[in-house]
């Protein structure tokens, strides 16, 4: 049997390489009711925080791996639940970009270019260095995310100021609280 020119056949057409169909900075047009200039402003700064957000995903899986001492299981626990919502965000985010016309960061090499947030040492911190190098891969998100979502309201992209402050903001505020109570030196048995 045939299927155009081509036998049918269960073998997989291996080691194919393509055109590149668009380039990473650019954004097409899609009927999402703006402008040019708005879609493409959106897609950088959204690409900027995926990538940071791609960073602060890798980082809470990696604390929640190497994490030691008496708060162990309570933190591993914590770092594994932030870490899947800043995954569930990272896809979000992504699909955002794609939305407005554009081409999310998704290669790892490519988002240690963009991303802002300091690589940690490949090496185990000790527990309050973790939670602090996470608090501050926050505050990074955040300060962005805020810029962000004030220009973006600016440029008249609701969709992604309401992204940016009802998903991105919000979820960073409140996992940043809960690392942050962490830190806080306090008796465990007696005051």
């Known amino acids: 049997m045939t299927t155009g020119s081509h036998p049918t056949s269960s073998q997989p057409w291996l080691h194919q390489k393509g055109e590149v169909i ?32 791609q960073i602060l995903y890798s980082l809470y899986k990696k604390h929640h791996w190497l994490l030691r001492g008496a ?17 569930e965000l990272v896809d979000t985010i992504a699909e955002r970009v794609q939305t407005l016309g554009g081409v999310a960061v998704g290669d790892p090499r490519h988002v240690a270019e963009i991303t ?23 505050e990074a998100i955040l300060a962005d ?24 903001i919000r979820t960073g505020e409140l996992q940043a609280w809960f690392l942050a109570e962490h830190l806080v030196d306090t008796p465990l048995v007696r005051s």
């Open 145 to 168: 995310a805020h810029d962000a979502a004030a220009r973006t309201a600016d440029l008249g992209d609701d969709g992604t100021n309401d992204l940016l402050v009802s998903q991105v």
């Open 22 to 53: 668009q380039e990473f900075g650019t954004v097409k047009q899609f009927p999402v009711a703006l402008s040019y200039d708005a879609r493409m402003y959106s897609c950088q700064r959204l690409n900027k925080a995926l990538a940071d957000t």
């Open 116 to 138: 802002s947030i300091p690589r940690p040492p490949d090496g185990v911190e000790e527990v309050p260095a973790m939670l602090s190098r996470l608090l501050e891969a926050h």
């Open 71 to 87: 708060t162990f299981y309570q933190l591993h626990l914590l770092l594994d639940k932030h870490a899947e919502q800043q995954l």
